[in-house]
């Protein structure tokens, strides 16, 4: 056995005070063993003269080479997720959380085409058009529950547990679907503010949306396909989008002839809409219940090695042969300890490193066992360090995030969602203006005319722009890394709002076809770029402890450039006239695009990395083993003193 922990059999972790290895072994060899035996038991002879009492025993284990040292398994534990094969199971992760992003899609930019349904039907005295304040209501009100929504889920993912929150984003998401779909006029209440109410509501289930589904899937991920699979969760958005647009279409054409006669009966059509929106949520819900717990929240909050080990082997099918597997498995531990080299143990039985950083030596009587060492000594560390067993404290928090190497690939994930959504949702959420100012879709007397160009403009605008976008990402992001598609992005952005901003005057009077054209090049160059990087990369590059709350600020940062958007938007949008603002504000998105290029400076590139090279995870862990190892040992010398 070697001295940096590798071996090519079972042993417990017990490590000599000289050697770092076992001293006695068992004998449940093969013959063709006997003098490695005899070697071995030449040691125990030596080691009993020395009154060591140290244990090990090496055997095969079904499946694999097994090694009982705590951090070793760890680390092949996290290799078999790194190193796995993708199959049913990943397919499966990214369906249940892509079904979620489907529903925020549908149910967010479905207001897109509600607010003007609602002016026909409730504001026919104010020229068929929601008043620019309750419209600015409308939109802003989902944005501001998706802000809570994706601070609070991130908090409480990390603290109480991936799997215990998933699903419950979904329950709030159906009820506050139904609530808008079934809401009313009322004294006390109006129809708008009513809508506002359940619109907050539904934001908090799609808030909670984000930070789950993206941990989830990075933590379930292989390392070469986890951007990819992300993107592939994340690219359900466009589906999403362009679904409001085909169902819109379908309830126009099957209620054409009783909105002809009376535009009021565009209230079945909208009302229809949203509630078809929790569909697809109440497939999801029950899926999202019984998906396990990841791996790595297993192994680095609940400390539960067993637990960690046995989830991975039951999602992870063992498909080779025994000596096949012997071989593969040791080849992932190899290349996943030269990402994170183990450390050696030294004379002291601690590692090359500073004191407190050793890998310590167990000794007979010790309160920490082979069999129990890991789960019993990182839940006595964690629970010292954190002062309780699931994540760290807010005090952590502070100190992780205060040193500046930490805080800057917070503050660059955080502020380059900010941009990007005061961009995207500038004009997701208003598209119907932008079109009608080139008018290709203008609001007239004519209900079922007007809300049709808009439904229809919708739809090429994401089957043109969008949608090619999200799947140029999933297919390309594992080729060119996250931060040159970020790049490219936000430099492409920058240069198309430019155009359209200045430039919008000649397009407008020539060529209203060259404007959508640019204008879906924007949505193109949007999601394979920054919209689909800012949710991938804070997935990556915090700790496990922290992940789903890191993610849950950084998306809570791009929600708070929709609502700046939003209120912006309608703020400017008709100032010197109807619609006579929009270049302006194309001007603005285009400099707010040049502010995220400038922040991608401080984020990292994650492709072909783990995602505890990423965080530094692996050293977290180490410490948390080694300080509960040295505090055994103290404990026993003591003790031994005493006697």
Known sequence: MSNNGLSDGYYDGVSSPTTGSGSRYNSSSSPSNNNFNNALNNNNNNDNNNNQQQTT???????????????????????????????????????????????????????NLVSPMLGFVYFADQGN????????????????????????????????????????????????????????????????WAIMVWRFILGIGVGGDYPLSAVITSEFATTNRRGAMMA??????????LTTAVVAILLLLGFKGMIVEDAR????????????GCVPALVAVYFRMTIP???????????????????????????????????????ARNMHSRVHPRRNNNALGGDDGPIGQGSGVYRKGSSTSAAGGYNSLFSASSKEDTGNNNGGTFREFVRYFSRWETFKVLLGTSMTWFAL??????IGLNNTFILSSIHFSPITGNAYETIWNATVGQAIIVLLGAIPGYWFTVFLIERLGRIKIQVLGFVMSCILFCILGFAYKPIHDQSPVLFIFLF???????????????????????????????HGISAGMGKLGAIVAQIGFSSLKDKGGK???????????????????????????????????????????????????????????KDEDLE
């Not at 959504?421 to 500038?426: H, K, L, M, S, T």
């Not at 919209?531 to 992940?547: H, K, L, Q, S």
């Not at 505890?612 to 050293?619: P, R």
């Open 293 to 331: 717990e990841t791996p790595r929240y297993v192994l680095d909050v609940e400390n539960n090695l067993f637990k960690a080990e046995n989830d991975v082997n039951r999602v992870i099918p063992t498909t080779r042969n025994a000596l096949q597997s012997d071989r593969d498995e040791v080849e």
């Open 265 to 276: 009966n565009l209230d079945y059509v909208w009302r229809m809409l949203i509630g078809l």
């Open 232 to 241: 592939a969760v994340f690219a359900m958005q466009g589906f999403g989008y």
């Open 57 to 111: 025993s090496t055997e095969f284990s079904r499946g694999g080479l097994y090694q009982d040292d705590p951090r070793n398994r760890r680390l092949d534990t996290l290799a078999k997720i790194d190193n796995a094969d993708f199959g049913w199971f990943h397919v499966r992760a990214c369906m249940v959380a892509g079904v979620g992003f489907f529903t925020d899609a549908y149910d967010l930019f479905a207001i």
């Open 579 to 637: 619609n006579a603002g929009i270049p302006q504000l194309l001007q603005i998105f285009a400099l707010f695009m040049f502010i995220g290029l400038l922040f991608t400076y401080f984020v990292p590139e994650t492709k072909g990395k783990t995602l505890e090279e990423l965080c530094g995870d692996e050293d977290y862990a180490s410490r948390q083993l080694d300080r509960e190892r040295y505090r055994q040992n103290a404990l026993l010398e």
């Open 129 to 192: 058009s929601v008043p620019a304040d309750i419209d600015a209501g409308l939109k802003i009100a989902a944005s501001v529950g998706t802000f809570f929504g994706q601070i609070g889920f991130g908090y409480l993912a990390d603290r109480l547990g991936r799997k215990r929150m998933y699903g419950v984003e979904l329950v709030i998401i159906i009820v506050a679907t139904f609530g808008q779909a079934l809401c009313g006029n009322a004294y006390g209440l109006s129809l708008p």
């Open 520 to 550: 879906a090049l924007t949505q193109f160059f949007q999601n394979f770029g920054p919209n689909a990087t800012t949710f991938i990369i804070p997935g990556e590059v915090f700790p496990t402890r922290y992940r789903s709350t890191g």
């Open 421 to 426: 959504d005061v961009a995207f949702y500038g």
